[in-house]
């Protein structure tokens, strides 16, 4: 669960063949991944935008955020065709 503050706005969960709590572990793994977001609140997209970049920063090394980009991107992409998510939007 994902809060702004002490408001819920999102809930996510990774979907990945091993299960593991060691993120090295599991950005190593080959095979399927998802990641699925649902929305539990209203929110603009454009402000979504800003806090997850927000937040990857703060908790990133830039070179994992470097190794990421086409993912971020992929995500940004995504978020920014919907304008606003509405409670019960999902995101695969």
């Excluded at 408001?7 to 991944?33: F, H, K, N, T």
């Excluded at 990641?35 to 603009?44: L, N, Q, S, W």
């Excluded at 937040?55 to 940004?76: C, D, F, V, Y």
């Amino acid at each position: 669960m994902r809060k702004r503050f002490f408001i819920p706005v999102y809930v996510a969960g990774l979907y990945v063949p091993q299960r593991s709590s060691d993120p090295e572990v599991l950005l190593r793994q080959r095979g399927p991944r998802r990641m699925a977001m649902r929305f539990v609140r209203e929110v603009e997209a454009e402000l979504f935008m800003t806090s997850l970049n927000e937040g990857m920063r703060k908790n990133h090394s830039a070179s994992q955020l470097a190794a990421w980009r086409p993912q971020i991107e992929t995500l940004t992409t995504v978020i920014s065709t919907m304008v606003l998510a509405r409670r019960a939007d999902h995101i695969t």
